[in-house]
């Protein structure tokens, strides 16, 4: 697959002005509890970012990096985590940051995972929600984007490692 051309989807200020709102909504639900904020590698580094420097609070921050092995896409594919969260969990509200929730695959594997070392709640802020592509129920909290169908690139989300750095969220016009 060879990209031939990049739409803007989401320009920089839209992103913007969608995670300054998300933070707000994160502040109000969150006002004086402790909180972990968890950032899924590599694709949601630019959107936690941003977010979390909105945030009132101090949380902990902390990182995962996930792995999966067969088509990630489909029942029977092997997830597992290449980096673990290192902060204690037990007691505390839990904040997952991640760039795109599609087939919810990936996402219901990590809410199982951290969900079982006694985490207070969890809940999930996502850039982008791909729901008519879901096939496990899993629910985001926050929502940047609600995106019904296409290849996106920029502000984290890649093609093979490349176009992460782009600022906004572009529709990738490819060559079949």
Not at 130 to 159: C, H, M, N, Q, S
């Amino acid at each position: 697959m060879i990209i031939k051309d990049l739409k803007v989807v989401y320009s920089e200020e839209q992103i913007a002005a969608r995670v300054r709102e998300l933070a707000q909504e994160i502040n109000r639900l969150y006002k004086g509890e402790p909180l972990v904020v968890v950032c899924v590698l590599k694709g949601a580094f630019m959107f936690f970012t941003d977010l979390v420097r909105h945030l009132d609070m101090h949380p902990e921050l902390d990182f995962v990096r996930l792995a999966s092995y067969g088509d990630a896409t489909h029942r029977g594919s092997t997830i597992s985590f290449l980096k673990d969260v290192e902060v204690k969990l037990e007691g505390k509200h839990v904040l997952i940051v991640e760039d795109i929730v599609d087939t919810g695959h990936t996402m219901d594997f990590l809410f199982r995972q951290l969900a079982a070392r006694g985490a207070k709640s969890m809940r999930l802020a996502v850039l982008v929600d791909k729901t008519e592509r879901r096939e496990v129920p899993v629910r985001a909290d926050f929502v940047g984007f609600a995106l019904p169908r296409g290849f996106i690139v920029g502000y984290g989300l890649d093609y093979a490692q490349k176009y992460r750095e782009l600022g906004a969220i572009y529709e990738a016009i490819v060559d079949a």
